[in-house]
């Protein structure tokens, strides 16, 4: 398992097309991707577990990912959280 801690870059937060680029990203990967933030995790590769965090831009999230490349995918994860993805 690998965790990584992120700040979200997206000035929308994790809403709208920032959580939709995000939960594709998670889902496609193949590995099991949690999110927390807020006191709260989600299951990463659904959007609505996701837009229910009520993520902000400037928050800290901590992403966990469990399989056979789990350090690979946390730090892609973690730089696409950190990207402005409401510019992508």
Do not use: N, Y
Not at 8 to 15: E, R
Not at 18 to 24: E, I, Q
Not at 60 to 85: I, K, P, Q, S
């Amino acid at each position: 398992m690998a965790q990584r801690t992120a700040t979200i870059a997206s000035a929308t937060g994790l809403h709208a097309r920032p959580a939709a680029v995000f939960t594709k990203a998670a889902a496609s990967s193949g590995h099991a991707v949690t999110v927390s933030a807020k006191g709260k995790s989600a299951d990463a590769r659904s959007i609505l577990a996701v837009l229910g965090l009520g993520v902000s831009s400037g928050d800290e999230v901590l992403l966990d990912v469990d399989g056979a490349e789990a350090e690979r995918v946390a730090d892609e994860l973690r730089a696409l959280l950190e990207t402005d993805l409401d510019a992508a």
